[in-house]
């Protein structure tokens, strides 16, 4: 897959549910793959934006893989394992395929970890299910895409969740519109991404 430093913006977290926006950390599923998450550099700043890490934790994060760029390889590693698979499993929902057993004991690892460290707290004098926290911040991306991704499966929203027809994109969300009538990630977005190439192109 090759690497591409994407410069992300608000715009561009369009998938509706975090384990779709997972999945659309890579432009060209089943065409030709591009990483825009290459670095945890350029990861972390998708992870801010797409809420998944507050400020504070991302932060935390950066001050912990400084220390550690080993841990942070690994993390990533396990990430993009967990993207790859969500992108398999959602393929397979979509079209009613059966799940790949090999899918299916990744996504059932994280589940298990997610389990692991859950617990039910008194937020804001409201019970709530959240991630104990004594967990390392390094593990809360992965592990609150795959609560996302739990009840994406556990409730998949019939003929809502589409892949975007781009050219080269293959981006996935959910499609809220009224009527269905949702067809592409977003115009201005795609329109992004065939500029983004023209330009890169241009410059090789
Ligand atoms: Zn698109």
């Given at each position: 897959?090759?690497?591409?430093?994407?410069?992300?913006?608000?715009?561009?977290?369009?998938?509706?549910?975090?384990?779709?926006?997972?999945?659309?950390?890579?432009?060209?599923?089943?065409?030709?793959?591009?990483?825009?998450?290459?670095?945890?550099?350029s990861?972390?700043?998708?992870?801010?934006?797409?809420?998944?890490?507050?400020?504070?934790?991302?932060?935390?994060?950066?001050?912990l893989?400084?220390?550690?760029?080993?841990a942070?390889?690994?993390?990533?590693?396990s990430?993009?394992?967990?993207?790859?698979?969500?992108?398999?499993?959602?393929?397979?929902?979509?079209h009613?395929?059966?799940?790949?057993?090999?899918?299916?004991?990744?996504?059932?690892?994280?589940?298990?970890?997610?389990?692991?460290?859950?617990?039910?707290?008194?937020?804001?004098?409201?019970?709530?299910?959240a991630?104990?926290?004594?967990?390392?911040?390094?593990?809360?991306?992965?592990?609150?895409?795959?609560?996302?991704?739990?009840?994406?499966?556990?409730?998949?929203?019939?003929?809502?969740?589409k892949?975007?027809?781009?050219?080269?994109?293959?981006?996935k969300?959910?499609?809220?519109?009224?009527?269905?009538?949702?067809?592409?990630?977003?115009?201005?977005?795609?329109?992004?991404?065939?500029?983004?190439?023209?330009?890169?192109?241009?410059?090789?």
């Amino acid at each position: 897959m090759k690497p591409v430093i994407h410069n992300w913006i608000a715009g561009d977290v369009v998938g509706g549910n975090s384990a779709l926006n997972l999945v659309n950390t890579v432009s060209g599923w089943g065409y030709d793959p591009e990483d825009w998450v290459p670095d945890m550099e350029s990861f972390l700043v998708w992870a801010r934006l797409s809420g998944l890490l507050d400020e504070g934790e991302k932060k935390q994060v950066a001050r912990l893989i400084e220390g550690s760029p080993a841990a942070a390889e690994r993390i990533l590693a396990s990430v993009k394992e967990l993207r790859f698979t969500l992108w398999s499993l959602i393929s397979c929902l979509q079209h009613r395929k059966p799940a790949k057993p090999g899918d299916l004991s990744v996504i059932n690892e994280w589940i298990r970890r997610l389990a692991l460290a859950e617990q039910v707290v008194v937020e804001r004098n409201k019970i709530e299910v959240a991630i104990k926290r004594d967990i390392s911040v390094l593990e809360l991306i992965g592990l609150r895409v795959t609560a996302a991704a739990l009840a994406l499966l556990k409730n998949p929203p019939a003929g809502r969740i589409k892949t975007c027809p781009g050219e080269n994109c293959g981006w996935k969300f959910v499609d809220r519109s009224k009527n269905r009538s949702r067809r592409w990630c977003d115009m201005a977005v795609c329109g992004n991404l065939v500029k983004a190439r023209e330009y890169r192109a241009r410059k090789g």
